[in-house]
T-cell receptor, first 115, second 111 residues
Framework: DADVTQTPRNRITKTGKRIMLECSQT?????MYWYRQDPGLGLRLIYY???????NKGEISDGYSVSRQAQAKFSLSLESAIPNQTALYFC??????????????FGPGTRLTVL | GQQVMQIPQYQHVQEGEDFTTYCNSS?????IQWYKQRPGGHPVFLIQ?????EVKKQKRLTFQFGEAKKNSSLHITATQTTDVGTYFC???????????FGTGTKLQVIP
C-alpha cells in the first residue's frame, strides 16, 4: 500500500465551484505539505502543517485553504476555482527524525482542470 | 524570499551521452536535496548533500555541493533511457520548516 495517498487522482470542474483535494499518510510523519506543479515553474508550496494546530502559508496560498483533520490527513480546498488553478497538485510528508531527515515523501498527485 | 533556479530547463541527449543540470540558490543553503520525477509520476528523493564541497555518487550519477553552499550540480554519465524524467534540486530554509524546489530540468534521452 502507498504511504501517501491522494484523492481524487483527476478532477475536472467549472469556474466558481468549490473543490476539495484530500491527502492521507501512513508514515506517521508530523509534517505535511501541499505543492502545486506547473510546467517550467517547478514545485511551489501552497500550505504546510506541522500538527493539527499548526497551519502555515506557503508562497502561493491565495485562493486556497487547508484543514489538518488529524495527524494523518491534510486537505486542500479551492473555495471558488478559477482556470489558472489548473495544475498538478502534490501532497508530501516529512520528518526530522531518523535517516530520512527532512526528505519529502510525495503522494501520486491530483491533476485538476478548471474550465 | 529564497529562490532556487536550475539550468537548463530542457535537455535532449543521445543515449550514451553525458548530462549535467545546475542548481543555484539566491541564499546560502544548509543542505541540498535532489529529486527525480518520472513522466506521469511524482518526485522521488535521490540524495541529500550537507557539507561544503561534498561530492556523492550513485552508480552513474554524481552530485556536488558548491564550496559556498549556494549551488549544486547533478551529472549523469552515459545516459540511458531509464534516466528520462525531470530532476529537481531543493533547499530547506534555515529552520528546516519548508523546502524550496528548483524549477527543474527535464531530460529526454533519444535511443
Amino acid at each position: 500500500d502507498a504511504d501517501v495517498t491522494q484523492t481524487p487522482r483527476n478532477r475536472i470542474t467549472k469556474t466558481g465551484k468549490r473543490i476539495m483535494l484530500e491527502c492521507s499518510q501512513t508514515k506517521g510523519h508530523d509534517r505535511m505539505y501541499w505543492y502545486r506543479q506547473d510546467p517550467g515553474l517547478g514545485l511551489r508550496l501552497i500550505y504546510y502543517s506541522f500538527d493539527v494546530k499548526d497551519i502555515n502559508k506557503g508562497e502561493i496560498s491565495d485562493g486556497y485553504s487547508v484543514s489538518r483533520q488529524a495527524q494523518a490527513k491534510f486537505s486542500l480546498s479551492l473555495e471558488s476555482a478559477i482556470p489558472n488553478q489548473t495544475a498538478l497538485y502534490f501532497c508530501a510528508t516529512s520528518d526530522l527524525r531518523g535517516s530520512s531527515y527532512n526528505e519529502q515523501f510525495f503522494g501520486p498527485g491530483t491533476r485538476l482542470t478548471v474550465l | 524570499g529564497q529562490q532556487v533556479m536550475q539550468i537548463p530547463q530542457y535537455q535532449h541527449v543521445q543515449e550514451g551521452e553525458d548530462f549535467t543540470t545546475y542548481c543555484n540558490s539566491s541564499t546560502t543553503l544548509s543542505n541540498i536535496q535532489w529529486y527525480k520525477q518520472r513522466p506521469g509520476g511524482h518526485p522521488v528523493f535521490l540524495i541529500q548533500l550537507v557539507k561544503s564541497g561534498e561530492v556523492k555518487k550513485q552508480k552513474r550519477l554524481t552530485f556536488q555541493f558548491g564550496e559556498a553552499k549556494k549551488n549544486s550540480s547533478l551529472h549523469i554519465t552515459a545516459t540511458q533511457t531509464t534516466d528520462v524524467g525531470t530532476y529537481f534540486c531543493a533547499g530547506p530554509n534555515m529552520g528546516y520548516q519548508k523546502v524550496t524546489f528548483g524549477t527543474g530540468t527535464k531530460l529526454q534521452v533519444i535511443p
